[in-house]
């Protein structure tokens, strides 16, 4: 016991590789105690005995393939029965670079069950336990995909803005259980997912890619400093916060009896 053990268990999904594995460094370094999910039990054992050797952390590694509904469940377990649970990192994902004319629909499908059944499923089964015991933190990785679509594989977006708006609006349901919600969106970050998503990351341009690392600290401190929406890329965050009126300044005028007169619909 040290006087870290306070800080709970953190759960973070595709900890085998990419940010997933910096988010679980970091995390064991701020005093988390870890549980690292993903499909290559090699890789996180690996990871695990670094991680403990390194900072003295309890490490469990439970491996899942996450578009399994057998297995996704089994995480849904350790989230609703294990009480020291009080960080839910949900960054498992797959992306895609190809357009509609030559991607595999069977693949798209496989990516929304990743990147959006699975993590809606792990923060319903994460989230009940967090307000009974009076607090907890959910990070959820979209990307800047979100937010402009059109640079990817349209499907991938489409997820992306999926885990964007999913965190606004649990941002806003959860606000008074004092459960934190961040949704991190990097831009493009030096990992493994552009080989898998079929452009490996040395054919973008150098200025555009981030370190994993670079990537996993901004967030962090994004996430110290309160905020929801990180960009880790973003120079000028008053460029997001006008973003966040414009959407803000919509809201009231969205639903209406009549349509709006440039229709013209008698
Ligand atoms: P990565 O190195 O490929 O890591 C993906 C992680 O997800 C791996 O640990 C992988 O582990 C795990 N994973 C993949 N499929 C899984 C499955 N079916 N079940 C369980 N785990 C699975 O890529 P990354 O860049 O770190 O990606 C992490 C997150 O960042 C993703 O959500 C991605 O969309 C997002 N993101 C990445 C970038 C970028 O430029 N790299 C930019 C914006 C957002 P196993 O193979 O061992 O299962």
Do not use: C
């Not at 460094?25 to 090699?42: F, P, T, W």
């Not at 991190?184 to 990351?201: C, K, R, S, Y």
């Not at 901004?218 to 973003?243: C, H, N, R, V």
């Amino acid at each position: 016991m040290t006087q870290d053990d306070h800080k709970g268990t953190a759960l973070v999904t595709g900890a085998s590789s990419g940010i997933g594995a910096v988010y679980a460094h970091r995390l064991a370094k701020q005093g988390y105690n870890l549980i690292l999910v993903a499909r290559n039990g090699e890789r996180l054992k690996t990871l695990a005995s670094r991680l403990t050797d390194e900072t003295g952390r309890m490490v469990e590694t439970v491996v899942a393939d996450l578009g399994n509904r057998a297995d996704l469940a089994r995480i849904e377990g350790v989230l609703k029965d294990d009480r020291s649970i009080t960080l839910l990192v949900n960054n498992a994902g797959v992306g895609g670079t190809a357009p509609l004319l030559s991607a595999d629909v069977e693949k798209m499908q496989e990516m929304i069950e990743l990147n959006v059944t699975a993590l809606t499923r792990l923060t319903y089964a994460a989230v009940p336990g967090f307000a009974t015991r009076g607090g907890g933190t959910i990070i959820n990785i979209a990307s800047i995909v979100a937010i402009a679509p059109e640079l990817l594989n349209g499907v991938y977006g489409g997820t992306k803005a999926f885990v964007l708006a999913f965190s606004h609006s649990l941002k806003h349901e959860l606000a008074e259980k004092n459960i934190r919600v961040q949704a991190v969106l990097p831009g493009a970050t030096a990992t493994e997912f552009w080989d898998i998503a079929g452009t490996p990351v040395e054919h973008l341009p150098n200025e555009i890619v981030m370190s994993a690392e670079n990537m996993v600290d901004a967030s962090l401190a994004g996430l110290e400093q309160g905020e929801f929406a990180t960009i880790p890329s973003l120079e000028d965050a008053g460029l997001l916060a006008a973003y966040e009126q414009a959407r803000q300044a919509l809201m009231p005028n969205l639903s209406r009896t009549t349509p709006a007169k440039r229709y013209k619909v008698a």
